[in-house]
Nanobody
């Protein structure tokens, strides 16, 4: 079974930075599509960023593009989400998920159903 674990969340002031990490046991993340979603209180879970299985493609939601960066650490079998210039509206529980899809199209990678293994989430709180 694949276990996905997120880490790195916390409380930060607006304008600050955090780096979230995603680790998976039982799955080599370097050959998996990996995504970050987030869910704020009272809102639906939404796509944040994704990286294709080969790492050649990355996608971001418009509101985080230019501030967030998704990347792989192949040596540690991890995927990171570097978040800078954080805003109070970035406050949410952030979830990492991985899947075996080889489709690198945006429409596929932003879809929850493309991912089979999900973590429990890590809380990010940005104070104003």
């Amino acid at each position: 079974q694949v276990q996905v674990v997120e880490s790195g969340g916390g409380l930060v002031q607006a304008g600050g930075s955090l780096r979230l990490s995603c680790a998976a046991s039982g799955r080599t993340l370097s050959i998996s599509a990996v995504v970050w979603f987030r869910q704020a209180p009272g809102k639906e879970r939404e796509f944040v960023a994704a990286i294709s299985d080969g790492g050649a493609y990355t996608y971001y939601r418009d509101s985080v593009r230019g501030r967030f960066t998704i990347s792989r650490d192949k040596a540690k079998n991890m995927v990171h989400l570097q978040m800078t210039s954080l805003k109070p509206e970035d406050t949410a529980v952030y979830y990492c998920a991985c899947g075996m899809t080889r489709d690198s199209n945006y429409a596929t990678l932003v879809r929850e159903s493309s991912y089979t293994s999900w973590g429990q989430g890590t809380q990010v709180t940005v104070s104003s």
